[in-house]
């Protein structure tokens, strides 16, 4: 068999002189020791240090063909050592509540790692419920910000409908309130209706608990219990309702209840109000209906983000009261291209709105300032020339404004050399 080299991904001995073709000292120590002394060499260069025992142990199964027994213990001990390479950092960073970044980096690609083999593994059940059982105190702590990585790891040690009640089983006992839902989860999976019922039953506080348990009633032929769960999810649900909400629109639109089904998208649309909210549901109404429904729904404006009232009011063709909206608003606080891409359409049209909205971009200038914050307060002079100059033709306003601002910074060389950059006519003294 040929040797393999585990120093070098290339293949290459790293130790061989370059060019020269000469046998490294190792090599030829490696090949003039007896195989006691191996032996013993591999043993000592891997006691106490996890990471090279997994490396040296993985290698050697790969070279080396082992059946039965042996493969899976082999298997087995693969996987504990990458367990325990990882464990240390884990229980520090649990304790701790936290790590620094390349730690907790390692520490999660390690556990996806072991879940990923864990899942190939051919190892009996007792062997892969030690995993299960190591992640278990980690999942109940829940205090290292690795929870997903942990529940992988837990649910990659299942692998049939015993596996999973017993993981579910462990769940139960832990008790928190991600555990519950995760042994409900498995309990619905596996259809065991009375083990899931006695947990949901005892957790309806959000709307996606009544939601889960809706969609569990109707699933299983129950209607009736399934509508009247989804109603009082609405009356008394906290949080998010979309779901709830969407599960009693279908039902009423394939009973004929067009009122009903209105009303619910209604409610959704109300209840966070966007342009792309607002548009679907347009779609779905005719004139006569919308005629009803777009009242309330201008009613709830304000509540909207400022950004999305003023794309309704564009939808709406109101370009006076969009504009109005962004004049009441920080430029600072608007930096991305969609907004001021809505105050630019808006520009010639509502110059003035505009123009009052790029001035809280220069702010007082008090004092002297980084010079990230001098590059921010270039690109609102940029677009204040813009429509003093461009859309205003009045050059003697601009030329006024400037000349306020020269006298204010006319220290600050830093400032102008990031106007400079911007603004063609920015000539300081």
């Given at each position: 068999?040929?040797?393999?080299?585990?120093?070098s991904?290339?293949g290459?001995?790293?130790?061989?002189?370059?060019?020269?073709g000469l046998?490294?000292?190792?090599?030829?120590?490696?090949r003039l020791?007896?195989?006691?002394?191996?032996e013993n060499?591999?043993?000592?260069?891997?006691?106490?240090?996890?990471?090279?025992?997994?490396?040296?142990?993985?290698y050697l199964r790969?070279?080396?063909?082992?059946?039965?027994?042996d493969?899976?213990?082999?298997?087995?001990e693969?996987?504990?050592?990458?367990?325990d390479e990882?464990?240390?950092?884990?229980?520090?960073?649990d304790?701790?509540?936290?790590?620094?970044?390349?730690?907790?980096?390692?520490?999660?690609e390690l556990l996806?790692?072991?879940?990923?083999?864990?899942?190939k593994?051919?190892?009996?059940?007792?062997?892969?419920?030690l995993?299960?059982e190591?992640?278990?105190?980690?999942?109940?702590s829940?205090?290292?910000?690795?929870?997903?990585?942990?529940y992988?790891?837990?649910?990659?040690?299942c692998r049939?409908?015993?596996?999973r009640?017993?993981f579910?089983g462990?769940?139960?006992?832990i008790g928190?309130?991600?555990?519950?839902?995760?042994?409900?989860?498995?309990?619905?999976?596996?259809?065991?209706?009375d083990?899931?019922?006695?947990?949901r039953l005892?957790?309806?506080n959000?709307?996606?608990d009544?939601?889960?348990?809706?969609?569990?009633?109707w699933?299983?032929?129950?209607?009736?219990?399934a509508?009247?769960t989804?109603r009082d999810?609405?009356?008394?649900?906290?949080?998010?309702?979309?779901?709830?909400r969407k599960f009693?629109a279908k039902?009423?639109n394939?009973?004929?209840?067009?009122?009903?089904?209105?009303?619910l998208?209604?409610q959704?649309?109300?209840?966070?109000?966007t342009?792309e909210?607002?548009?679907?549901?347009r779609?779905?109404?005719n004139?006569e209906?919308w005629?009803?429904y777009?009242?309330k729904l201008m009613?709830?404006?304000q509540?909207?983000w400022?950004s999305e009232?003023v794309?309704i009011?564009l939808l709406?063709?109101?370009?006076?009261?969009?504009?109005?909206?962004i004049?009441?608003?920080r430029?600072?606080r608007y930096s991305?291209?969609?907004f001021?891409?809505?105050?630019?359409r808006?520009?010639?049209?509502q110059?003035?709105?505009?123009?009052?909205?790029?001035?809280?971009?220069v702010g007082?200038l008090r004092?002297?300032?980084p010079?990230?914050?001098?590059?921010?307060?270039a690109?609102?002079?940029?677009?204040?020339?813009?429509?003093l100059?461009?859309?205003?033709?009045?050059?003697?306003r601009?030329n006024?404004?400037?000349?306020e601002?020269?006298?204010?910074t006319?220290?600050?060389?830093?400032?102008h050399?990031?106007?400079a950059?911007?603004?063609?006519?920015?000539?300081?003294?």
């Amino acid at each position: 068999m040929a040797k393999k080299n585990i120093n070098s991904s290339s293949g290459l001995n790293p130790h061989k002189k370059a060019g020269r073709g000469l046998e490294n000292p190792l090599d030829k120590l490696v090949r003039l020791a007896e195989k006691p002394t191996l032996e013993n060499l591999v043993l000592e260069l891997t006691c106490g240090n996890p990471s090279l025992y997994r490396r040296s142990l993985d290698y050697l199964r790969n070279a080396i063909t082992l059946t039965g027994e042996d493969s899976s213990a082999a298997e087995v001990e693969s996987l504990t050592a990458l367990w325990d390479e990882l464990e240390g950092d884990l229980a520090e960073i649990d304790e701790l509540g936290g790590g620094d970044d390349d730690t907790v980096d390692r520490v999660g690609e390690l556990l996806s790692d072991l879940a990923e083999n864990l899942k190939k593994a051919k190892i009996p059940r007792d062997d892969r419920r030690l995993f299960l059982e190591k992640a278990l105190p980690y999942i109940r702590s829940a205090n290292a910000g690795m929870d997903d990585q942990l529940y992988e790891l837990a649910f990659a040690a299942c692998r049939d409908a015993e596996d999973r009640r017993h993981f579910a089983g462990r769940l139960e006992d832990i008790g928190s309130r991600w555990a519950l839902i995760n042994a409900m989860r498995i309990y619905r999976e596996l259809n065991d209706r009375d083990h899931y019922l006695n947990l949901r039953l005892q957790d309806l506080n959000y709307g996606d608990d009544y939601y889960d348990l809706a969609d569990f009633y109707w699933k299983h032929g129950e209607r009736e219990k399934a509508l009247v769960t989804a109603r009082d999810g609405l009356a008394k649900g906290q949080g998010r309702l979309t779901e709830l909400r969407k599960f009693l629109a279908k039902r009423a639109n394939s009973s004929g209840n067009r009122e009903g089904f209105l009303d619910l998208h209604y409610q959704e649309t109300a209840d966070g109000l966007t342009s792309e909210g607002y548009r679907q549901f347009r779609a779905l109404c005719n004139d006569e209906e919308w005629g009803r429904y777009e009242p309330k729904l201008m009613a709830n404006l304000q509540k909207a983000w400022p950004s999305e009232q003023v794309k309704i009011r564009l939808l709406r063709g109101e370009d006076a009261l969009a504009a109005e909206i962004i004049s009441r608003q920080r430029l600072e606080r608007y930096s991305g291209f969609e907004f001021l891409s809505q105050a630019k359409r808006l520009e010639k049209t509502q110059p003035e709105k505009i123009l009052k909205f790029y001035l809280t971009g220069v702010g007082s200038l008090r004092h002297p300032m980084p010079r990230k914050q001098y590059a921010r307060i270039a690109k609102a002079l940029e677009m204040i020339r813009r429509v003093l100059v461009d859309v205003l033709n009045d050059a003697g306003r601009w030329n006024q404004y400037k000349a306020e601002l020269l006298r204010k910074t006319k220290h600050w060389p830093a400032f102008h050399e990031e106007a400079a950059e911007r603004i063609a006519d920015w000539k300081p003294e």
